[in-house]
């Protein structure tokens, strides 16, 4: 939270409503490590199969370090058992594998103080177990910041990372900027800086106009900036731009009425002077974003702070969930497009400070595999997938070859993959991912006493794999082999199940998990294995069994 005046809060009894949106009343986990909590993100950090829980912390309150409360086949650490090795006051974070070897690293902003205490935004890449407790990369310039974003600018198959930077509260005009990253080596010097210096807290990446290349999007005190693409060089001028009547904290950008074309909300802040709070939805017509909201969400309270976009009850429609400072956590239900603006599902303790929201299956309840298909036309190189946010990348193929992630790169978030190459128009490219049909809700909790919290989608699996005794297995096909592709099983229960591949010394190369599976020969760094025999093993519910497959190169 973006204040450091310290407040007497009075304790209001919890309420709840619910209605069709399925999460649980109250929360089903409180971390208790007591940080000023304010980014996070999910991301299988340790190759296990499980989202792991990042967040960064720090705020403009207390100097902390960044946390992961690693996942243990479905059950959050209460307390985060990774910490940087350094502290500050931190801003925002942001998940994305910045060096093409598989594994998502993590950039963090720096909030600081005024101009007594600025500092470095830094990314630190994972090892394949966590992330290195310090930091690859630091900017060179110092400055406050709130929010970082990773978005591959000039579309060479690297993520590049936008800053948005300034502080409202001490009016220093420090522009949004961003770095470029070469083949994994980020510049420490910004190759692109913002002509507006407002204040800004939010920065997202999104192709509004549907051209192929991603516009930033930026949100400061009283306005709103899109800095559009074209053709890999971001305008330094926004030619988009409106004025807010709040402080615009967070974003985020979804397609809400399946209509190909991508909108946006806003969480508009009423602290500062004279300015208001509001949760503002803008339809995108046809690559230029309205200038008055389309829905504008009925909030009691002055402080709306943050919001994120997820289909929590897998009608095929993005849900709205929306928090703020001391008041309640809500999501908003999406009917075919249209968005309620009285809340559907509400928790309020009375001192919960909502800082981000992240959505994701926690327990690999509802895990789907997808493959999205996209034809070539010889020019475009960035394909949006069909659901978001992924729970994982499982393959990006071309025709029938399997891209190295070297060939690529990709926001798990918003759902986007951005080729190296341009495919031509004889190319099809598959995109694998898993989603979850009916997420989990997290919310990073500014109140320091409080912890953050985890509520569960309320959604039955069909048979929980601890209740299963006796599974008989139907089906357990690996095509083709020598060298597969597809792994395939069935069974008589719809499960949770996870499949591990290992070499002939024992040694395990990767982790799979739901059905269909697709082994794309790599093992969990991206390198390709070499020919020889592997063995596959299913575990299924209660039981494990093992299949011999044969790689030829």
Known sequence: MRNR??????????????AIIPLSSSPSWTSNDYDYSTGGGFADINGDGYVDFCTSNGNDMAINKQGIYFNNNGILETQASWHSSDSGYFG???????????LMDLAVSYLGIGTSNQGKCRIYTNSGNALQPVPNWLSADQYNSFDVCFGDVDLDGDLDLAVAAGDAYNSLQTPARVYKNNNGAFETSPFWIANDSTPTDAARFADLNNDGYLDLIVGGRRKLSV????NGILEHAASWSITTKGWVLRLATGDYDNDGWIDLVIAENGQLSGDSSRINVFKNNQGQLNTFPSFSMQRSRHYCSCVAWADVNNDDYLDLAAGGWWEPLVVF??????????AGWTYNNGNL???ALVLGDIRNYHIVTRTDTFIGNGTRKLIYAKKSPWQKLVSVRKNNAVLSYSEFCFDPLTAW????STPSSTDTIFVTYFYSSYPDLVVTNWTQNLGNYLFYNTTPQEVRENQITNINILKFEITPNPFMTTIMFQTDYKINSIITIYNTAGKLIKTLSKSPLIWNGQDEKGKIVSEGIYFVNAKIGNQIITKKIVKLT
């Open 5 to 18: 005046i310290i407040l007497i809060l009075f304790v209001f009894a919890s309420t709840v409503c619910f």
């Open 227 to 230: 800095y559009y693409n074209q």
């Open 417 to 420: 993959v951005a080729l190296a």
């Open 92 to 102: 925002h974070l942001y998940l994305g594998d910045v060096n093409n070897d598989g």
């Open 353 to 355: 400070v909502s800082e």
């Open 333 to 342: 239900e999406n009917h075919s497009g249209v968005l309620d603006t009285f």
